[in-house]
């Protein structure tokens, strides 16, 4: 598959009958070139970026997105047709999960955040596709998404006194009411805890301004523990409200970290060395400091210029130590030892912030030039997994100049390598090219100010070089005076595609970069192309054929496929299976293959519908065995959005909550119903069962069997879900201990009974109706019988039967129970719905029942299109009641991979 769409230059400066060729374990740089190119076109590299209305939401609200999904240099992919969207708690635990028909490069979708399910906290959305699971996951696009609880009676928050490791600490717990008037002289348990076990607690009572001061010992804060301070504070003779804190980001030490330009310091060589200092929330923070060396000369200066980044000039000596001495912004001082000096070496310096080209200098110094003068190096450029530059050049000087033409680039971040004819790295620095090459999209209202639901036109234009652009956009329309936000901080479809997706680590601010663009922006963002890994493929793994392993391949639909087996387990060729759904009246037969395996191919799966497969065409059926193959999911891993989290959601999102508040009041009039006199039918639990006696009373952790609802594969969704437990070679573990290289398993129950593994593989997830996880056994029975650490029990719906009233059932009934092997009913996994954005008409000078409208979203619409000839689309809609400014954000993209994003304002009056 021929994708990618670039123009590749070549320049080759020194002679190709140069002495290195002679060498057997040498390479030529056509030779580079051309696999790298190989590469690119037989793993594309596939992005997905997911625009939603609002950064943030409250409780009640829905979430709206579109997902774009594209493919090498941003074109729409052509690869895959599935997307899948997972919003994520706090705590690790996939929250829902959609799998979405990706058509043309898109997908739709909404997420209702019931109150009932969605608490306070940090969520956050991530987006793959089943070919982006072949590369590290780190390539999954994840965004933070704050959901506020617009029905809460108090506002809670913690400020964490910063501490060293292993020194003491402190928390200011902070408690209001719903009108912002301090909670005081209310008494406040509290406890920290690990997943394991509870360090400390103690009780205290909150002072006239609300603040109850908690104090952490320093023996209790452990290095490697996901600590969490965990508050229950008295709400005037109703249940106490509980509210827990991480601990453990608050107790790290701030980093400071430097990047001499290239890779390397180097004697006699003028360099410059970037640094970057962060919080322990991982946030930048501003920092100043001097350079000394081991003789305590003054060798520079610096301060960061931009969210803890900056650099300096500093020309390194040889045998010389250097360390910075570095001032933070209360005062702290803290000394850092910057890399060793390097007697012989060769690196590059770049500067991208020319009018018209990249600049490349490469720097050798004397000892280096004294051994190689003559030898031949290359220089490759690439964006994405495209080379787009390459020259070959003798080492002649101990500098040397190239300029690379920005008309001949695209925007992008540019990998810059030094490499040596051995197909060595010997330096690498990254440059972002900013060309005119996006699409200029320009939105122009038909009024220049509005009054509350007023009819709203607006007409957006897209052009490329001043011609027409057909594009694909997404707009959200949003009062920003009930949801105000700043755009610097959030990612778009120019800061994700361009800039996020291609660097390792978390990008702070990401708009900033493209919002304003001048020359302190582009100055503050080569401080970040100098300071960020890049995480593409490493040409040291290219040219030695360690290639990525394609475990899977890119879905062109929702296949279903499995085994079928005789009697004897052996597998059965040319058996005749067939698929049928009854609600759809939809059938797809197949024929088994010489492996006994089958396949049914684009099946229109919508939300989790029942699917029967069926052999009962084969001969010799009542004598067959029907296994169909359970889909994998990704593992949950860190979170890569941690320091967009909100730690004080409360105040932070103030405006916002008190507008859901009053916007949800109608429907949560009724707050709690207690029948008294119904019967309560005691469902089973690890408690029924003499063998796990020993346990506490109530689990660490309970999964409800209603989370696997649409689940195909148990053991995968319980992967997934499982808090506190890690899964590996087939066996759960505790994850605090396997993280400390403990390898004891956690012992599996079903019903009591203890089992391995393999009997969760075959469950069907509709029978679970409890999971209970137990990370501890205070009295060690268990683990001791079993030689264990930690318990899994599981609890069938087949065992609460038997605790209900025994009634008669008939033979068929029976038949129904014991199931068929023949035949297997499913519930897979299928496209979730997607809901249309409701849009209210209202009509001048008429009333209207829908009473005070106090929609923050006014306006969503995944599915806008610019005509081809005239590159011109409109959207109307109406105002709701809200006065002020508001918000259209557009975001899109041509078919030929052509970036547009713009912001537009009016004013409602």
């Not at 199931?819 to 000078?845: K, M, W």
Request: charged content about 20%.
């Amino acid at each position: 598959m021929k994708i990618l769409k670039t123009t590749l230059f070549l320049f080759l400066l020194a002679l190709a009958g140069s002495a290195a060729f002679a060498q057997q374990d040498t390479i030529g740089i056509r030779t580079v070139i051309a696999r790298q190119n190989k590469f690119a076109e037989s793993y594309p590299v596939e992005k997905v970026y997911v625009h939603t209305d609002k950064p943030y939401y409250a409780s009640g609200d829905t979430i709206w997105f579109k997902a774009y999904v594209t493919v090498d240099l941003h074109q729409p992919t052509i690869l895959s047709k599935v997307v899948y969207i997972d919003l994520i708690s706090s705590t690790d635990t996939i929250m829902r999960a959609m799998k979405l028909p990706v058509i043309n490069g898109f997908a739709q979708g909404n997420v209702t955040l019931d109150p009932l399910t969605y608490k306070q906290g940090n969520y956050r959305i991530r987006a793959y596709t089943t070919w982006m699971r072949n590369f590290d996951p780190g390539n999954f696009f994840v965004k933070n998404i704050p959901v506020a609880d617009a029905d809460k009676q108090l506002s809670v928050r913690a400020v964490f006194a910063p501490a060293a490791k292993g020194a003491a600490t402190s928390a200011r717990i902070i408690y209001k009411n719903a009108d912002g008037e301090p909670y005081s002289n209310k008494k406040v348990s509290w406890h920290i805890e690990t997943l394991e076990k509870t360090l400390e607690k103690g009780r205290g009572v909150t002072d006239q301004n609300g603040v109850l001061q908690v104090g952490i010992p320093a023996a209790r804060i452990a290095a490697d523990d996901a600590e969490t301070l965990v508050a229950s504070v008295e709400t005037d003779g109703k249940k106490p409200l509980v509210n827990s804190f991480a601990v453990k980001a608050n107790t790290r030490n701030t980093d400071v970290q430097f990047f001499p330009e290239g890779g390397k310091l180097l004697a006699g060589a003028d360099m410059r060395v970037a640094f970057k200092a962060v919080k322990p929330d991982g946030l930048g923070i501003d920092i100043k400091g001097t350079v000394t060396d081991n003789d305590g000369k003054t060798c520079a200066t610096f301060a960061s210029q931009h969210l803890g980044m900056g650099s300096f000039l500093l020309t390194p000596e040889s045998g010389k130590t250097y360390k910075a001495s570095v001032t933070f912004p209360n005062g702290t001082p803290q000394v850092y030892s910057l890399p060793a000096v390097q007697q012989s070496g060769i690196t590059l310096a770049v500067n991208s912030l020319l009018p018209s080209a990249v600049g490349i200098r490469i720097i050798a110094n004397q000892a280096y030039l004294d051994q190689n003068k003559g030898k031949p190096y290359y220089i490759i450029g690439k964006i994405g997994e495209a080379v787009v530059y390459g020259a070959q050049t003798p080492l002649q000087d101990k500098t040397y100049d190239i300029a690379i033409p920005k008309a001949k680039l695209i925007s992008g971040v540019l990998q810059i390598t030094l490499m040596d004819t051995h197909g060595q790295p010997l330096a690498e620095r990254l440059a972002f090219v900013q060309n005119k090459d996006a699409l200029n999209v320009v939105v122009r209202a038909d009024k220049p100010s509005y009054t509350k639901r007023q009819k709203v036109k607006l007409t957006l234009t897209a052009q490329k070089q001043l011609q027409p652009a057909e594009g694909n956009f997404s707009v959200a329309v949003v009062d920003e005076t009930k949801a105000p936000f700043n755009d610097n901080d959030e990612a778009s479809i120019l800061s994700y595609l361009l800039l996020s997706s291609d660097l390792k680590g978390y990008i702070e601010k990401p708009g900033y970069y493209f919002n304003h663009q001048d020359n302190t922006t582009m100055s503050d963002l080569d401080a970040l192309m100098m300071t960020q890994g890049y995480r593409r493929f490493a040409y040291t793994d290219l040219l030695a054929n360690r290639l990525p392993q394609i475990r899977f391949l890119a879905e062109q639909g929702i296949d279903i496929t499995g085994t079928l087996r005789n009697g004897t387990g052996m597998p059965l060729s040319r058996g005749n299976v067939r698929l049928s759904m009854a609600d759809r009246h939809f059938t797809q037969a197949a024929v088994s293959d010489v492996n006994g395996m089958f396949k049914f191919s684009n099946i229109p799966l919508i939300d989790s519908v029942q699917v029967t497969i069926s052999a009962r065409g084969t001969y010799g059926a009542n004598n067959l065995m029907l296994m169909v193959d359970a889909p994998t999911l990704p593992a949950v891993t860190g979170n890569a959005a941690a320091p967009d989290a909100i730690a004080d959601i409360d105040s932070t999102y103030r405006t916002y909550i008190k507008n859901s508040k009053q916007q949800y009041s109608n429907s949560r009039l009724l707050k709690e119903v207690v029948i008294k006199g119904a019967p309560v039918l005691k469902l089973p639990s690890h408690a029924d069962y003499p063998s796990l006696a020993g346990l506490s009373q109530l689990a660490d952790h309970t999964i409800s069997g209603k989370n696997f609802e649409g689940c195909t594969d148990f053991l995968s969704c319980l992967r997934t879900m499982a808090m506190g437990l890690t899964y590996d070679q087939g066996n759960f573990y505790v994850t605090r201990n396997y993280n400390s290289g403990d390898r004891t398993p956690v012992q599996i129950f079903l019903n009591g009974l203890a089992v391995d593994n393999n009997a969760l593989v075959s469950m069907n997830p509709a029978d679970v109706l409890s999971a209970e996880i137990f990370v501890k056994d205070d009295l060690g029975l268990v683990n001791r019988m079993y030689n264990s650490n930690g318990v899994l029990a599981i609890n069938t719906k087949a065992a609460a039967l038997k605790s209900m009233p025994k009634t008669k059932i008939s033979i068929d009934q029976l038949k129904d129970m014991m199931g068929r092997n023949d035949e297997v009913t499913i519930r897979p996994q299928g496209y979730s719905l997607a809901r249309q954005f409701y849009v209210p008409r209202y009509e001048p000078g008429k009333l209207n029942g829908i009473g005070v409208d106090l929609r923050s979203t006014v306006y969503w619409n995944p599915q806008v299109k610019t005509d081809k000839a005239t590159g011109a689309a409109s959207v109307e809609f109406f105002n709701s009641d809200g006065r002020g400014s508001y918000r259209a954000i557009v975001e899109g993209i041509d078919a030929e991979g052509h970036l547009g994003r713009t912001v537009y304002k009016y004013k409602v009056e």
